[in-house]
């Protein structure tokens, strides 16, 4: 497995600082997790929205408080390496929701559907700003919200992992892949090992993207 790099703070992008549409968010948070990575990316990846966080750790505090998402110890580090095992480093990072959602017990909880609408229009604007090819979505609620986009509903992610489905209304392609929170448990279910999902995810990105 690759080592991912800590991404440049400079390659940020705050669409809206001190957004304040969702107040129990406001409340809750440290910093906005924006999105990050190559301006030019032909692949974004879509997470749910940043965790707590871990504010001892040294680099990999996670988006609560670094203010970019997928630089958690734990996820961020695994959905970065799975990019850089596919040999992809040309990846923008985000979140369909940039703000920790607070469970009430100092972890995180699935964000509310009026949060995702809330901040949709930071994704669109994300994706018109890095204008890519691929939306990798990681997990369920990321690839509900693009399959709502897409005219498609969402009964399983397991079926639909690695398959590719394409979204007009935003002019990408969307693959979904498994939340890195059970990527190792789930690799088996849907008939892979490590490699062979990596393989299979650098073949999809080169065929779209």
């Keep these: 497995m690759s080592d991912p790099e800590f991404p440049d ?8 600082p001190g957004c304040a549409r969702c107040p129990a968010l406001v409340e809750a948070r440290e910093h906005i997790a924006w ?16 965790g707590a ?26 959905v970065r390496e ?9 990846v923008f990072y985000t979140n ?6 607070p469970d009430g017990e100092g972890s995180n909880r699935e964000p509310r559907r ?8 930071h994704l669109e604007a994300e994706l018109d700003y890095v204008d890519p090819s691929v939306v990798v979505t990681t997990g369920s609620h990321a ?7 897409a005219g498609r509903e969402l009964d399983g ?14 002019d990408v392609t969307v693959v979904p892949v498994l939340h890195p929170a059970y990527q190792h448990m789930w690799l088996s279910r849907i008939g892979y090992d490590y490699e062979e999902y990596v393989d299979e995810l650098a073949g999809v990105l080169d065929e779209y993207a």
Excluded: Q
């Excluded at 369909?96 to 959602?101: E, L, N, R, S």
């Design 35 to 50: 999105g990050n990575g190559p301006a030019d990316a032909s692949v974004v990846a879509v997470g749910e929205a940043p």
């Design 96 to 101: 369909a929701v940039k703000c920790f959602p």
């Design 9 to 16: 703070p400079e390659s940020a992008y705050p669409i809206e």
């Design 53 to 78: 966080g871990t504010p001892e750790a040294d680099t990999w505090r996670g988006g609560n408080w670094t203010g970019m998402a997928y630089t958690a110890r734990h996820s961020g580090r695994i």
């Design 114 to 121: 009026e949060e995702l609408e809330n901040c949709f229009s």
């Design 157 to 170: 992610l397991l079926d639909v992992v690695l398959d590719p489905v394409p979204c007009e209304a935003l």
């Design 143 to 149: 690839t509900s919200v693009l399959f709502d986009v």
């Design 82 to 90: 799975l990019f850089a095992d596919a040999g992809r480093e040309d």
